[in-house]
């Protein structure tokens, strides 16, 4: 769907992308007392067996009990403890989310982009970004160089995380796998991604690897990342300020049940 505009050369109008919705859409105050589930389904999109997105139909989004602050977190791909200066009622207020593309087959990255539309339609959300520089890691080669191996171009993307966000009272008590990151045809910054959620804080890359990779990360559920990163990947975590992007709301509104 194209929109004209006249963007002052030569006096022409041209033709720009209007910004992309959802066909239908719903949102509601949720019935579940559970924590927010869900997320988006687009045409391109892996899931690992029995991620709850996997089950949700192609072309959709659907979100359960989730507060603005937990549908902004999905819509930007953002840490949603990074989403600051949030209305009283983001607490208390909770709801589900459904809506469907017009096109079955739309990307993530579309799907996703159509979330964020429906956020300032229906909440009237408006947002504003803000960068820290606070203490965190940046990812640089360990002594004798990075040891990730090449892809072949060919093979298809493929990017697992297996224990990485769980609490280490589990570990303790013996009831938890071998944290796992596997990529096949992987950018490093997926590897920097997951690396933040392993050690709680904001990796930045420094090493300025821009090829795609294949690797397995693997350490013990009571074991340090560092170590094991160094040994079978060649990198190194180095702690130092690094800067840390907030999103703030400048405004919200409660949506209209429809």
């Known amino acids: 769907m194209f929109v004209a505009g006249v963007l002052g050369v030569s006096g022409m109008l041209v033709a720009r992308p209007a910004e992309l919705r959802f066909e239908v859409a719903s949102i509601k105050p949720t019935k579940f007392s559970t924590g927010v589930m869900g997320g988006c389904h687009g045409g391109d999109a892996h899931f690992r067996p029995g991620e709850g997105e996997a089950t949700i139909p192609l072309g959709r989004c659907v979100i359960t009990a989730g507060r603005l602050t937990h549908i902004m977190a999905i819509a930007y791909g953002f840490d949603v403890n990074r989403i600051a200066v949030r209305p009283d009622w983001d607490g208390p207020s909770r709801f589900d989310v459904e809506a469907k593309a017009e096109n079955p087959s739309a990307t993530q990255a579309e799907l996703l982009e159509m979330l964020r539309t429906l956020l300032a339609d229906r909440f009237k959300l408006k947002v504003a970004s803000e960068t820290k520089q606070e203490s965190g890691y940046a990812l640089v080669f360990a002594k004798n160089g990075p040891k990730l191996k090449q892809a072949d171009p060919g093979r298809e993307e493929q990017f697992t995380v297996r224990g990485v966000r769980v609490n280490k009272l589990d570990a303790i008590e013996g009831k938890l796998p071998l944290n796992t990151i596997t990529g096949q045809n992987t950018s490093i910054h997926r590897i920097v991604d997951a690396l933040s959620l392993a050690v709680r804080a904001v990796v930045v890359d420094r090493t300025g690897l821009t090829g795609m990779y294949d690797f397995t990360l693997n350490w ?39």
Do not use: C, F, H
């Open 220 to 258: 013990e559920p009571d074991e340090e990342v560092a170590g094991p990163l160094q040994q079978q990947l060649g990198l190194r975590l180095e702690a130092q300020k690094v800067p840390v992007e907030y999103m703030n709301i400048v405004s919200a509104e409660k949506p209209t049940q429809n």
